[in-house]
């Protein structure tokens, strides 16, 4: 765990500081204990979990 640095948001484009963290696994390509995740601030949380639920990838959304 890093935890000097500040987490940035992972939407495309985005450098605003990331206040969750979107967990997704796809079963087609991962085990399923391996846990990605994806940084997302305020304004891109709703749209990553949405993209990742839309595709059956969502595990769960956790403050940072
Ligand atoms: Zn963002």
């Not at 765990?1 to 997704?24: D, I, L, N």
Request: proline residues 5%.
């Amino acid at each position: 765990m890093e935890e000097t640095t500040t987490p940035v948001c992972s939407a495309k484009g985005c450098r605003q500081a990331a206040s969750y963290a979107v967990v997704w696994n796809n079963p087609k390509i991962h085990t399923p204990e391996r846990e990605k995740i994806w940084m997302a601030c305020e304004e891109h949380r709703e749209w990553l979990a949405h993209f990742l639920k839309a595709r059956g990838f969502l595990r769960r959304v956790d403050d940072l």
